[in-house]
């Protein structure tokens, strides 16, 4: 005489209420897959875009050299590129939505990133702002401290910025991280 299964489709066969111990099992084989299919179902272009914004990738060092000037801008090419259209759209959210924690300051763009403020200084100042003018944040910090020049000094506390309310990551280290939203 035959027995009938434990199981059918996956789900074992319980007389009486199903708990969440029960089907345990059955969610993490389910969970388990679904990770390894999240890389797969992102888009080729949603792919690119993010190895573009991890800074160690050889594919983002090619593509920064394709698609940025020296000064750091996105390049105008008369051609569309689709790649292009969404690096430009996930920088702008990953610089709108990130901010730094501040190391040595030499991956920090002192006029395009925002590190002191929600707001980039390039975005208070581009009328005076010529191709070219360009600086990294490391050239105001010496020794893990602020040595910024009294203009400096001046023309940050004008746009809200106070140094010495800005504390260094004593790791030497620039991180970019994402701003807390506090609706998600």
């Known amino acids: 005489m035959e027995t009938l299964s434990e199981k059918y489709l996956g789900i074992p066969l319980v007389q009486g209420r199903v708990s969440k111990a029960t089907v345990a099992p059955l969610i993490d084989k389910i969970r388990l897959r679904a990770s390894s299919w999240s890389g797969k179902i992102l888009s080729f272009k949603s792919r690119i875009v993010l190895g573009f914004l991890n800074d160690h990738d050889p594919r983002a060092v090619f593509l920064r050299a394709k698609f940025f000037t020296k000064d750091g801008l996105i390049t105008n090419y008369n051609k569309n590129s689709s790649i292009r259209t969404e690096l430009k ?5 990953a610089k709108t939505h990130s901010t730094w924690i501040i190391g040595s300051g030499k991956e920090i763009d002192f006029w395009r990133d925002c590190w002191g403020s929600d707001i980039a200084l390039i975005d208070f100042w581009i009328s005076t702002l010529q191709s070219g003018n360009f600086a990294k944040l490391g050239q105001i910090i ?34 970019r991280v994402w701003k807390h939203d506090p609706h998600g």
């Open 142 to 175: 010496s020794h893990h401290a602020w040595s910024a020049p009294l203009e400096v000094v001046e023309f940050l506390g004008t746009h809200g910025i106070d140094l010495n309310n800005i504390i260094l990551n004593v790791a030497d280290q620039d991180i």
């Open 89 to 93: 759209a996930a920088i702008a959210t």
